[in-house]
């Protein structure tokens, strides 16, 4: 009688419920904006803010306008996008600082948002696929490209589908 | 919304405050995100616990091939991949190492993990910032990264076949 007992209890602990399920995940949204999000938001106001006082801001901006104007942004952006290069958190945590500050407007913050996600992490994300799943070194270099590529098409293709919103 | 909203501290001010900048601001602003990303990741993985991603597996296996050029075996892969970045990665490796495809489908699939990786975990998850802020619905946000996704897997797919053909018309003309 003992054994079935022991059995069943086995088999709930292999499946959890839908509560436990979300609590699981809640738990981990929770860890990812502590050891993510918020050291992420710190450094890119903190890097903005240290831009801003500077008057950095203003000379990057203009150096690299013209190229960001070719995705509807200006040149500040460019800050998002470097920021995203280390961090997917930090990029879209930097553009969010540039709205907030009023540089970009929300219609271009929306612009940099699939781009800082597609092109994130680019030498964290390395490791953990490309180099997790074996890929042929042979392509190294294409693999590396490919992020950066698709984040240009997304920011093109945001700025579209915006006009029909 | 099921987020909700946080109560004003003065009128139409929340805790957060009017005006902040710098690092105490950042801090701030990263607070009034936990509540979203709870709930959200709480969402996906119930949707995972229910078999999400056994359907989704179900509904992309046959246009895999089609749309990337890879096998129909890498569907429980490629669904992984949209919430984990790890899992996709470890399970190419495995299919792969048993010769369910090629090294240049590998290469293909591996270019369409690589950006963005894990792209539903991401978008709410490190892009938790722009959430409020975006102008678009976050469906269609993961659906523009998806498509760009799409889209690098075919430049490599294409890059690789351009390649092959360039090697072989080579290697045909010196052999010949």
Sequence with gaps: MAEPTAAGMDLQKVKPSIVEEFVAGAKKGFYIGAEMIAPAMVLAFVLIEFLNITGLMTIVGTAVGPVMAVFGLPGEAIVALVAAFFAKAAGCAAAASLYAQGTITAQQATILFPACVTMGTLIGHFVRIVITSNANKKWHGLLLCIPVIDAAISMWLTRIIIHFF | ?176
């Design chain 2, 1 to 176: 919304m099921l987020t909700g909203q946080f109560g004003q501290v003065a009128k139409g001010v929340f805790f957060t405050g009017k005006g902040g900048v710098g690092a105490r601001e950042g801090f701030m602003f990263a607070l009034t995100l936990f509540p979203t990303l709870m709930f959200a990741l709480g969402c996906i993985n119930v949707a995972e616990s229910m078999g999400a991603l056994r359907a989704a597996e179900k509904l992309f296996r046959p246009i895999l091939k089609p749309f990337m050029g890879i096998p129909g075996a890498t569907g429980l892969a490629f669904v992984s991949s949209f919430t984990s970045s790890d899992v996709g990665a470890v399970m190419t490796k495995g299919l792969a190492e048993e010769k369910m495809m090629t090294d240049d489908e590998r290469t293909i699939f591996v270019a369409y993990q690589y950006a963005g990786s894990a792209v539903v975990t991401n978008t709410f998850g490190t892009g938790a910032a722009l959430l409020p802020i975006s102008v678009l619905p976050v469906g269609i946000i993961i659906g523009i990264i998806f498509i760009v996704k799409v889209i690098g897997a075919n430049i490599v797919r294409f890059y690789l076949k351009w390649h092959a053909t360039k090697n072989r018309n080579q290697g045909g003309a010196v052999n010949g």
